[in-house]
């Protein structure tokens, strides 16, 4: 099962750097890029398109990682707050016992 998983994966892999080398190959006109502030030199429009994807990926996991960040977070706080409860219950179900209760 792991071995079918590698080879699907690698097949994967090798699919979108085959898609990646023709949507540059057919993509070579060199194209400015005019910031407002800064223009820079005239590029291949595939490197400008995926540069913006790349930075655009590495925006979502850094967006991302700061979301899972404040989850786990809050999650720990409740996993305390809820250690704290169970052993109030447990020593609350002790004192009702030596009151004969």
Same mark, same amino acid.
Request: no cysteine.
């Given at each position: 099962?792991? @071995?079918?998983?590698?080879?699907? &994966?690698?097949? @994967?892999?090798?699919?979108?750097?085959?898609?990646?080398?023709?949507? &540059?190959?057919?993509?070579?006109?060199? @194209? +400015?890029?005019?910031?407002? %502030?800064?223009?820079?030199?005239?590029?291949?429009?595939?490197?400008?398109?995926?540069?913006?994807?790349?930075? +655009?990926?590495?925006?979502?996991?850094?967006?991302?990682? @700061?979301? #899972?960040?404040?989850?786990? +977070?809050?999650?720990? #706080?409740?996993?305390?707050?809820?250690?704290?409860?169970?052993?109030?219950?447990?020593?609350?179900? %002790?004192?009702?016992?030596?009151? +004969?209760?």
């Amino acid at each position: 099962m792991n @071995v079918l998983r590698k080879v699907i &994966a690698l097949l @994967v892999i090798l699919a979108m750097v085959a898609v990646g080398v023709l949507f &540059a190959l057919q993509n070579h006109q060199p @194209v +400015g890029l005019d910031l407002l %502030v800064y223009e820079f030199a005239p590029r291949s429009l595939a490197l400008w398109l995926l540069l913006a994807l790349a930075l +655009g990926g590495v925006l979502g996991l850094l967006a991302s990682s @700061v979301i #899972i960040l404040r989850l786990r +977070g809050g999650l720990a #706080i409740a996993r305390r707050k809820l250690e704290k409860s169970k052993l109030e219950l447990d020593r609350l179900r %002790v004192a009702g016992i030596k009151d +004969g209760e």
